[in-house]
């Protein structure tokens, strides 16, 4: 009998959110593009894991940590994570149809600095918008996850991901912008985001 793991890192938070529901109230429906899922993971830190982490040993310590950048809250961790589990087949990236937003790309180029693959000129030209969904292999793993969650913690879950996925990136950056202004102080579209419609 197999004994059932903990939920205690970032990188749970990672793949539970990507299996949990969302608009179509089905499992493991996509997210679009790396900022809208930097931008629900910092959201998630800030407005969810206080009352979602009873019962887990998550806490702001071991979560993803976030610092203000020229397009808002950033997280290496999050692109590190997600080649992480791309590499181990647990995640699938994916291209999407979506437009790629100048953040989109900002944010990919300052992981890709940091990263092994920083000399290579052609990945930044090449760079498309992925959607983000679990492998079959993934699925099984999470699921196992999922289950431990309370009905509680599910429903936080699945209203997060749905709200998440429902609102356009340009609403969820002004909404970031307009709630958490520390962490846009070095940002160089902050009139922009600001004073731009949702």
Same mark, same amino acid.
């Given at each position: 009998?197999?004994?059932?793991?903990?939920?205690?890192?970032?990188?749970?938070?990672?793949?539970?959110?990507?299996?949990?529901?969302?608009?179509?109230?089905?499992?493991?429906?996509?997210?679009?593009?790396?900022?809208?899922?930097?931008?629900?993971?910092?959201?998630?830190?800030?407005?969810?894991?206080?009352?979602?982490?009873?019962?887990?040993?998550?806490?702001?310590?071991?979560?993803?940590?976030?610092?203000? &950048? &020229?397009?808002?809250?950033?997280?290496?961790?999050? =692109?590190?994570?997600?080649?992480?589990?791309?590499?181990?087949?647990?995640?699938?990236?994916?291209?999407?149809?979506?437009?790629?937003?100048?953040?989109?790309?900002?944010? &990919?180029?300052? &992981?890709? $600095?940091? $990263?092994?693959?920083?000399?290579?000129?052609?990945?930044?030209?090449? =760079?498309?918008?992925?959607?983000?969904?679990?492998?079959?292999?993934?699925?099984?793993?999470?699921?196992?996850?999922?289950? /431990?969650?309370?009905?509680?913690?599910?429903?936080?879950?699945?209203?997060?991901?749905?709200?998440?996925?429902?609102?356009?990136?340009?609403?969820?950056?002004?909404?970031? =912008?307009?709630?958490?202004?520390? /962490?846009?102080?070095? $940002?160089?579209?902050?009139? /922009?985001?600001?004073?731009?419609?949702?």
């Amino acid at each position: 009998m197999s004994q059932r793991r903990r939920i205690d890192n970032r990188r749970d938070i990672l793949l539970l959110l990507l299996y949990s529901p969302g608009v179509c109230n089905q499992p493991n429906e996509p997210v679009v593009g790396s900022t809208r899922l930097v931008k629900m993971l910092f959201l998630f830190r800030e407005e969810v894991l206080p009352q979602f982490r009873k019962g887990t040993k998550i806490d702001s310590q071991n979560f993803y940590q976030f610092f203000p &950048w &020229w397009f808002g809250p950033f997280s290496r961790q999050v =692109y590190d994570d997600l080649n992480f589990f791309i590499l181990r087949d647990f995640i699938q990236a994916d291209e999407s149809d979506e437009d790629t937003l100048p953040q989109s790309l900002g944010e &990919w180029e300052l &992981w890709l $600095s940091g $990263s092994s693959g920083a000399d290579d000129e052609s990945a930044i030209v090449d =760079y498309v918008e992925h959607e983000y969904c679990l492998t079959d292999r993934g699925l099984r793993f999470t699921a196992a996850l999922y289950e /431990q969650l309370t009905a509680n913690q599910r429903k936080t879950l699945c209203t997060f991901k749905k709200r998440m996925l429902q609102a356009p990136l340009r609403s969820i950056l002004k909404y970031v =912008y307009e709630r958490y202004p520390d /962490q846009i102080e070095r $940002s160089e579209i902050k009139d /922009q985001v600001l004073n731009s419609g949702r």
